[in-house]
């Protein structure tokens, strides 16, 4: 028998929300600005599931591929170049929009800021995002990976130049290890997707550099005569993904924001414990933290992305793998005549909990409590493709995890 998803809605005390300018329009110009600078910048598609919407009852479905980023097959790299750049941007007195590829591939920037090891901690995604980038810049990175991170997503990384390394710690503890190393090396920084007190500036970078995807999408969706989704449902680690897109179309729509859904791996739901106790005050899991969404699979939320979310977000959903895995079968197979979509398990935990939620009657009470109709535009945002190609196949080929009798 499947395990239930879990949910709830959002009845946090409101904080003042001082966090939402990070997300702020000028903010997310900046950082698009700056990824069109790089050669290998495109925007990534935006599948259309013309056929899947109106299969579930909803208006229109909308996937964004981010397996088509960079060449690096995940979203992240987004969050971690930005932040190398206004890190030097900082470092040597400029303003970021200074600080374009051209520049940070100079060799005056050899001469204003030298070279500095980049630290960091990571499931896969993340990191592979950082050496790249310090990789193209002339930079050093440093990559500490959680315990029974795969030998593709290491690999990835270390043919990128990075020095990189799997620890016997879970992933908040590598994160713990990269702050302690970085904090002990000359000219060396921390760059983190999640922030705790004293770090803040380049997380909130981070958060700003995949607004670029939220950028995207909302450009895109117009250009498809949608004006504004009625529903955003995007998966969260430690929530900074998440803030981020809740930041931007808050910003975006302020006065008829979207319904945002965040959703979490059920290993570690951090978010939706928060939310359960509802007092504003973040949760924290620990322990090993054993899920197929390795990419969420994060017990301790972002500081500054928690605030944003006790504030904006709809609802939480804390997710078993099952739902991930059906999800990405749905996004390899849709109804005929849709665009495939090789999403891996981080990226299609969304496809997994919209369908569930429209033709499940055990979700009714949720599917009416976010209004999900059939004038409902959702946005999903597959945030990664086949990153394990191994489990990938597993997963969708041979039918893998469609229960918990599946879980190895």
Known sequence: MQPEMKWVLNKMPQSEDRNLQVMSLENVKKARAFHKSFPQY??????????????????????????????????????????????????????????DFEYLTSEQLQKDFGQ????????????????????????????????????????????????????????????????????????????????????????????????????????????????????VFIQAGVGSLASAMVGYFTNLFPSNPPKFVIMEAGA???????????????????????????????????????????????????????????????????VKGDPSVVSGESGAVGMGVISTLMTDPAYKELRDALDLTTDSKVLLFSTEGDTDPVRYEEIVWDGAWQSTDDVK
Not at 148 to 154: C, L, P
Not at 282 to 295: E, K, N, W
């Open 116 to 231: 500095a090891t980049f630290f960091t901690a990571t499931d896969g995604n993340h990191g592979r995002g950082v050496a790249w980038a310090a990789n193209r810049l002339g930079q050093k990175a440093v990559v500490h990976m959680p315990k029974g991170s795969t030998k593709t997503r290491f690999d990835n990384i270390a043919k990128e130049g990075a020095q990189v390394t799997i620890e016997e710690l879970n992933y908040d503890d590598c994160v713990r290890l990269a702050a302690k190393e970085a904090e002990e090396t000359e000219h060396a920084v921390i760059v983190q997707d999640t922030a705790w007190d004293g770090y803040e500036k380049i997380p909130s970078w981070i958060m700003q550099g995949y607004g670029t995807m939220a950028y995207e999408a909302a450009e895109q969706l117009r250009e498809l005569e949608v004006n504004r989704p009625t529903h």
């Open 268 to 334: 570690a739901d951090c978010l939706y414990k928060g939310a359960l106790a509802a007092d504003g005050e973040p949760r924290i899991v620990g322990g090993d933290l054993i899920t197929i969404m390795a990419g969420l699979a994060c017990g301790e939320p972002n500081t500054i992305g928690w605030d944003i979310l006790r504030n904006h977000a709809t609802a939480f959903i804390s997710c078993p793998d099952w739902v991930s895995a059906k999800g990405m079968r749905m996004l390899a197979a849709p």
């Open 42 to 99: 495109a925007v990534t598609p935006l599948a259309n599931l013309e056929g899947m919407a109106s299969n579930l009852g909803l208006g229109g479905l909308y996937v964004k591929d981010e397996s088509y980023r960079f060449g690096l097959n995940a979203f992240k790299v987004l969050g971690g170049s930005f932040a190398m750049a206004r890190y030097i941007a900082d470092e040597t007195g400029k303003d970021v929009s200074d600080c």
